[in-house]
């Protein structure tokens, strides 16, 4: 299996922080990365497919980048409605494996 | 749109099996455009892929929870089905499908809105 590992596991940050997640997988995953958002009580929501393709609907605040084994996700300007867990996920092969998520929290 | 809603058991008894289904709405699973995938999530921790199945039958499995996992399709319904067998409390979870699209990013795009199980007796 590919390990994903994100970090930090969680960051405080304000309105306005610019936010910085890191994904390392544990081989080369050809840019096969996703991110995703989850809200408390609600299901996990595509933000990033394919390293650094944003999906339709998501704010251009979020944006993508890395390559081999190393990913990353910023969020320019952080809005009260990002506070949330982020998940990285590769799809280069099966079986599907996800980091262990990072909470952005409120400072 | 794509729409995908669990239902179920929402307490099942440990040694016994755990049954799920997902109806999906918006697109024929028959399609082909998608990998129809159940993830779970622990309370309070992360994502954990169970394994998925493609149109054509083809399907493959979380290798931690292979020997307890099915997933099938019964295209007559639109709807994608998980059996986990001989459940322990370690099997609580939230129970998530999710469609894989297959053409181009390979990304979960659609989800449902999760089902909670909890094995207890």
């Known amino acids: 299996d590919i390990q994903m590992t994100q970090s930090p596991s969680s960051v405080s940050a304000s309105v306005g922080d610019r936010v910085t997640i890191t994904c390392r997988a544990s081989q080369g995953i050809s840019g096969w990365l996703a991110w995703y958002q989850q809200k408390p009580g609600k299901a996990p929501k595509i933000l990033i497919y394919a390293t650094s393709s944003l999906r339709g609907g998501v704010p251009s605040r979020f944006s993508g980048s890395g390559s081999g084994t190393d990913f990353t996700l910023t969020i320019s300007s952080l809005q009260p409605e990002d506070f949330a867990t982020y998940y990285c996920q590769q799809s280069f092969t099966f079986p599907r494996t996800f980091g262990q998520g990072t909470k952005v929290e409120i400072k | 749109q794509v729409q995908l809603r669990e239902s179920g058991p929402g307490l099942v008894k440990p040694s016994e099996t755990l049954s799920l289904n997902c109806i999906v709405s918006?697109?024929?699973?028959?399609?082909?455009?998608?990998?129809w995938s159940w993830i779970r999530q622990h309370p309070g921790k992360g994502l954990e892929w169970i394994g998925y199945i493609y149109y054509n039958g083809r399907s493959d499995y979380s290798p931690s929870l292979k020997s307890r996992v099915t997933i099938s399709l019964d295209t007559s319904k639109n709807q994608i089905s998980l059996k986990l067998s001989s459940v322990t409390a370690a099997d609580t979870a939230v129970y998530y499908c999710?469609?894989?699209?297959?053409?181009?990013?390979?990304?979960?795009?659609?989800w449902g809105q999760g089902t909670l199980v909890t094995v207890s007796s």
């Open positions: 999710a469609g894989e699209t297959v053409s181009g990013d390979y990304s979960f795009n659609y």
């Open positions: 918006g697109v024929s699973i028959s399609s082909g455009g998608f990998h």
